[in-house]
């Protein structure tokens, strides 16, 4: 297998509203606490290539996903395969997408900003393509409990994995490493409302690249997980640490136990028929005044069905590095659909990490029984299980229309 590396900064010249809350719009930051980047990672073996790029940006689209592969015309060989990822953190460029729901959370649209990520993100794939020589392979996979600081919203289940591989020159040189966690990158948003920050994901990168020159971050299932918050209010950087530092180690303590693999490469795209726009934001018999609400609901579903799903088939997508996966969704995949991405994913005979944030983005995406527990009446997730079911824009029953492409790229990857 090669593999080539790369890395490029995002962040736009001039006034640029961050991304990732519907308050305080626009939110134009006043301060850069860290940089952010879009990193990537150009694979290939015989005919096959695909290159995979990590940004620290809230989430993908797939109009700005397009532009990005038009700009790759010419520049990667036909039949290349390229994936964008967000690490979806809340600190970083919006202003790119310009349906009216979008611009709470994105800020206004500018047809410069998003013409400057797009342009980006194909640099820094080709950029990586043309880096790519001969390498080993190495996969671990380390379990981080604690982190979370609180239990599973409404009593869902919990798993926090940090899986990463690695890639060595034939001369055992680090070349890059790829790494992979999940939970929603919050720190910085809560506690510098307008700093620009890539938040824990690019702290984890930074220390990986401390011995490796490129690490692509790939966040996983965080639909509905909260990253460990601190009962005390502590300076942020600090708070970054504590929850970057065990993540990092945790995964740099697995080199030495290592074992280099065959550099098997596959690739495959299946899609999600998604049906019509229609939120069903509350749990059967949640309350006496639910019927009530339900006109303002259909007036929801109606307003974000004008334009924001184009098309409405979503993409899923798996990589195949040696004997370990990838499945990368478009949305706020919840964490019960995560752990179910690990058990297809064996079923054939892989060990799988699921990524969201990619391609494009289709709400929040829970499987049906997690979407009918209803919300606690006090804590932090007070009421989540409506916002979640609200952004679950095609209803309950879209985690198995997902679910089922997810298996069919598995299926697919799994018999090369």
Not at 13 to 37: F, I, K, N
Request: aromatic share 12%.
């Amino acid at each position: 297998m090669k593999a080539g590396f790369a890395k490029i900064p995002i962040l736009p010249e001039g006034p640029t509203s961050l991304a990732g809350y519907a308050e305080r719009m626009p939110r134009h930051y006043t301060q850069v606490l860290d940089p952010v980047y879009a990193r990537a990672a150009a694979f290939s073996e015989d005919q096959h290539g695909v290159v995979v790029i990590s940004a620290d940006f809230l989430t993908p689209q797939e109009r700005l996903t397009q532009a990005m592969r038009l700009h790759l015309v010419g520049r990667l060989p036909a039949g290349v395969d390229v994936v964008l990822h967000a690490t979806h953190t809340h600190s970083a460029p919006g202003n790119f997408w310009s349906h009216p729901i979008a611009k709470k959370f994105a800020g206004p649209f500018k047809q410069e900003t998003f013409d400057f990520l797009a342009r980006r993100f194909a640099d820094v794939a080709e950029w990586a393509w043309k880096n790519r020589d001969h390498v080993r392979v190495g996969f671990a996979q380390e379990q981080l409990p604690g982190l979370q600081g609180e239990p599973p919203p409404r009593g869902r289940p919990d798993r926090r994995d940090a899986d990463e591989r690695r890639f060595f020159s034939p001369d055992g040189r680090p070349v890059g490493a790829m790494v992979q966690y999940a939970g929603h990158p919050v720190i910085v948003s809560e506690n510098e409302f307008f700093a620009v920050s890539a938040d824990y994901p690019g702290r984890v990168a930074e220390a990986i690249e401390k011995e490796f020159p490129t690490c692509l971050f790939l966040n996983g299932a965080v639909g509905g997980l909260s990253i460990w918050f601190p009962k005390e209010r502590i300076p942020v950087s600090d708070h970054l640490k504590k929850v970057a530092t065990p993540i990092a180690e945790g995964l740099a303590k697995q080199l030495t136990a290592m074992k280099p693999e065959r550099g098997k490469l596959a690739f495959s795209r299946r899609h999600a028929e998604l049906p019509d726009v229609g939120a069903q934001p509350f749990p059967p018999d949640y309350a006496w005044w639910t019927p009530a609400a339900m006109p303002a609901v259909s007036v929801w579903n109606h307003f974000v069905g004008k334009g924001f799903f184009k098309p409405r088939r979503s993409p899923v997508s798996a990589v195949r590095l040696g004997e370990a996966a990838f499945v990368f969704h478009p949305s706020d995949f919840g964490v019960g659909g995560g752990l179910r991405t690990r058990e297809n994913a064996r079923a054939v005979g892989l060990n799988g990490s699921p990524v969201g944030h990619t391609d494009d983005y289709a709400g929040y995406i829970h499987p049906e029984e997690e979407m009918l527990i209803p919300p606690k009446a006090e804590g932090e997730y007070r009421y989540m299980t409506i916002y979640e079911n609200l952004m679950g824009f095609h209803g309950r029953g879209a985690y198995a229309l997902f679910e089922k492409a997810e298996k069919e790229a598995l299926a697919d990857i799994a018999s090369v």
